[in-house]
């Protein structure tokens, strides 16, 4: 090949080789996606204009992703101090969420004062939830992320008493990210508007086997509580504590994404070193014909 003909070839090659490259940015935290794949909130009631008080929310989430492009297992428990200062309340509650795994596989428990009493699971679209007597405006702005599964309790709530109702659940998420690897959760402390009184809450994730992200979304003023985030052996966790006097929290979420958007550079290894040869063969020539 001729010297004015190895410079075009050279030029060629380059841009073929890079029109395959991206370049990702390097960050610290994901933008979060547009939707959330699951999410959990605050018990409600069914009558938004209850005088009952919820004193204290303390919830925690285990989620093992151990065998994350698999399976996802969810585990909750959800622990809420109701206190009725007023005349005795038959108390409609529900626990509403929205989690890829089949209901029928799943595990439920609804306590008070430590026993078990009945409740219902329904998995809801629009039209039924009106039925149920149910307005989507509890679970703004989650609400139209349907379909929607509650489980739904009925407590008689003594006068001038209080109460420790529980709720718990366990599931899997069988291949939950196809062909994508993230998962994305959120969970809405804004149902829990619907009480009375000033609450104070506790939101925990415990997370096996992958490092997440975790984020807080608040409304209404500056978040001045308890964050930390803090590892152990196969894991991590996430501990948020306030109060409603300290900035109202709407969501705290956890993002678990193993996508090439972390990565500093995203060059496919293979078309990497295919790319050094193919430069270091050309410098080669290069040099070689120089020398001639």
């Known amino acids: 090949m001729k010297k004015s003909q190895l410079y075009p070839a050279i ?3 380059l841009f073929v080789l890079t029109s395959n490259i991206e370049i990702f940015p390097k960050v610290t935290a ?37 065998d994350f492009l698999n399976e996802i297992e969810v585990t909750f428990n959800g622990t809420y ?16 969420f929205s ?26 679209t ?7 007597g149910v307005n989507l405006i509890y679970i703004f702005p989650y609400g139209n992320y349907l379909p929607i599964t509650l489980i739904t309790s009925n407590i ?28 994305y959760m959120l969970y809405s402390s804004y149902t829990s508007k619907f009480w009375k009184g000033n609450a104070t ?7 096996f086997g992958r490092d997440p992200f975790f984020g807080i979304y608040t409304y209404g003023g500056d978040f001045e ?9 196969g894991g991590k966790k996430f501990i948020c504590e306030w109060d409603n006097a300290q900035g109202n929290i709407i969501a705290i979420e956890i993002i678990i994404d193993e996508s090439t958007y972390f990565l500093p550079l995203g060059i496919n290894n293979l078309n990497y070193l295919v790319y050094s040869i193919i430069l270091a063969v050309i410098w080669v020539l290069i040099i070689k014909r120089k020398r001639k």
């Open 225 to 233: 509580g308890l964050q930390q985030t803090l590892d152990f052996v």
């Open 201 to 207: 809450k506790r939101v925990e994730y415990i997370v």
């Open 81 to 96: 101090t109701l206190f009725n200062p007023g005349i005795p309340t038959n108390l409609t509650i529900n626990l509403p």
């Open 30 to 66: 994901p933008p979060p996606p547009p939707i959330p794949t699951d999410y959990i909130a605050d018990i409600f009631p069914k009558n938004n204009n209850t005088n009952i008080h919820l004193l204290n929310a303390s919830t925690t989430i285990t989620i093992n992703a151990t």
């Open 11 to 13: 030029l060629i090659t």
């Open 126 to 132: 629009e039209e039924n939830l009106t039925t149920m």
């Open 99 to 124: 989690i890829l795994f089949k209901v029928e596989n799943t595990t439920f428990g609804v306590y008070v004062n430590d026993t078990q009493v009945p409740f219902e699971i329904a998995t809801t």
């Open 156 to 183: 008689m709530l003594l006068e001038n008493s209080t109460y420790i109702v529980k709720y718990q659940f366990n599931g899997i998420i069988p291949k939950p990210n196809g062909t994508r690897a993230l998962f």
